[in-house]
T-cell receptor
Framework: DAKTTQPPSMDCAEGRAANLPCNHS???????VYWYRQIHSQGPQYIIH???NNETNEMASLIITEDRKSSTLILPHATLRDTAVYYC????????????FGTGTRLTIIP | GAGVSQTPSNKVTEKGKYVELRCDPI?????LYWYRQSLGQGPEFLIY????????DSGLPNDRFFAVRPEGSVSTLKIQRTERGDSAVYLC?????????????FGPGTRLTVL
């Protein structure tokens, strides 16, 4: 699986959009981009995933650049409950079930 | 419905002892995963079951670690002759197992402390 690079930490004001970047410049054509988050003392929680098109669900939006070398997770109206470590993962969807986590971005929502 | 549950939530043991950690996946999920998370790090893959069989055990660090899932539901992670370096949070996840894009749902983890 391709390696990802994320900033170690970010702050965002409550109510504003939180934009979390991820670099995956070595991504292969058959690799998806996944985002998980981990709130303190809990297991990781799935947020969203995509291949090349932008995706949106009730939690977030995922913007993937045209060359697929980077992506941005957008939390449109951040709340204090969004404070967590966010992991960007690239994962080949054939014969490789595991998730390979990096160290993620610690997002702190400021009241 | 019920999520993935793990027992115990905390386990303290002494170096050299044997421990078992249990995972109850979401009902109907055929895929089950074990991960280990050390302080300040992301979770690290240990083993993946599809049904009763271990489809990928490449993440098990050494032969002191073993996992079973005899009936394709509950799984037990077994650690022999524990060492202080085994101290970590052990996470279990499950998924439907029908498609490679299936979402993995994680349990709250078992915090293992080896004194």
């Amino acid at each position: 699986d391709a390696k990802t690079t994320q900033p170690p930490s970010m702050d965002c004001a409550e109510g504003r959009a939180a934009n979390l970047p991820c670099n995956h410049s070595t991504i292969s054509g058959n690799e998806y981009v996944y985002w998980y988050r981990q709130i303190h003392s809990q297991g990781p929680q799935y947020i969203i995933h995509g291949l090349k098109n932008n995706e949106t669900n009730e939690m977030a939006s995922l913007i993937i650049t045209e060359d697929r070398k980077s992506s941005t997770l957008i939390l449109p109206h951040a709340t204090l409950r969004d404070t967590a470590v966010y992991y960007c993962i690239v994962r080949v969807n054939f014969g490789n079930e595991k998730l390979t986590f990096g160290t993620g971005t610690r997002l702190t929502i400021i009241p | 419905g019920a999520g993935v549950s793990q027992t115990p939530s905390n386990k303290v043991t002494e170096k050299g002892k044997y421990v078992e950690l249990r995972c109850d996946p979401i009902s109907g999920h055929t895929a089950l995963y074990w991960y280990r998370q050390s302080l300040g790090q992301g979770p690290e893959f240990l083993i993946y079951f599809q049904g009763t069989g271990a489809a990928d055990d490449s993440g098990l660090p050494n032969d002191r670690f073993f996992a079973v899932r005899p009936e394709g539901s509950v799984s037990t992670l077994k650690i022999q002759r524990t060492e202080r370096g085994d101290s970590a949070v052990y996470l279990c996840a499950s998924s439907l197992g029908t498609d490679y894009t299936d979402t993995q749902y994680f349990g709250p983890g078992t915090r293992l402390t080896v004194l």
